[in-house]
């Protein structure tokens, strides 16, 4: 579904990202996972385009998208939420999820998105400034979905976010993901989350991957080393 080949990434002329490749399987969940400052969320922005790759490659169902700018890469069939969620404050929640849906003919909020975020539907008058951190990144999952991604990228969901809202976010990622068929990439410190939602975990340092593990063979001690070093 997604493959991403000796992808470097500069912030002027500091080297962020160094030669990252890896392959996402049709509805696999990946995460990348690493302490602040390794170069997760880096990585996820030239996904998505945010940022300009030096060199590499970004291939999704076959087509190349490096180079193609952040519209083009959604219309191709990415969906992304940023760390921090990045809502529109002073619009309302139906407006929020209204914005994702640029490239959508009708333009009527899917009925799924308000049966597995019934919150949403509650507040879907009231401006999403006023959401809770919770609330607001499922409003942001949300506006991602709505444009019937094939992959969806998530940058630190959890972050700034209550425990028992996290369980649930994971819950409803993987009900999505089971009932709308998409393969997700999620960057994360939260080894609980991970283990919930990821296939596979990916570890970064200094902006190459040090390590791989699948769920079924994760040797979680290892993994919570690279967290906490």
């Known amino acids: 579904m997604l493959s991403v080949n000796a992808l470097n990434v500069f912030y002027g002329e500091s080297h962020v990202v160094r030669n990252v490749s890896f ?3 049709e509805g696999e969940t990946v995460a990348i996972m690493g302490r602040n400052g390794m170069g997760k969320s880096t990585l996820l922005k030239a996904l998505i385009g945010m940022l300009p790759a030096r060199s590499g490659q970004v291939t999704l169902a076959g087509r190349e998208l490096a180079g193609a700018p952040s519209h083009a890469r959604v219309a191709a069939g990415m969906g992304f939420v ?3 969620r990045m809502i529109f404050p002073y619009l309302t929640v139906e407006e929020n999820i209204l914005t994702g849906m640029e490239n959508v003919a009708d333009k009527t909020v899917p009925a799924y998105i308000y ?16 959401l809770s951190g919770g609330q607001q ?20 969901p959890t972050e700034g976010i209550q425990p028992s809202i996290i369980k649930d976010i994971a819950r409803a990622l993987n009900r999505l993901k089971a009932e709308r068929g998409f393969s997700l990439v999620v ?4 080894l609980s989350f991970a283990m919930e939602v990821a296939d ?11 390590h791989a593990e699948t769920r079924e063979t994760a040797n979680l001690e290892k993994i919570h080393g690279y967290l906490t070093i």
């Open 115 to 130: 049966e597995v975020f019934p919150v949403l539907l509650e507040m879907k008058r009231r401006r999403g400034g006023n």
């Open 137 to 156: 990144q499922q409003l942001a999952i949300a506006r991602a979905l709505v444009s019937n991604p094939r992959v969806l990228i998530l940058d630190e």
């Open 82 to 84: 940023p760390q921090g």
């Open 200 to 210: 596979r975990f990916l570890i970064i340092e200094k902006g190459e991957f040090v």
């Open 23 to 25: 392959d996402l399987k």
């Open 187 to 190: 960057s994360e410190q939260v």
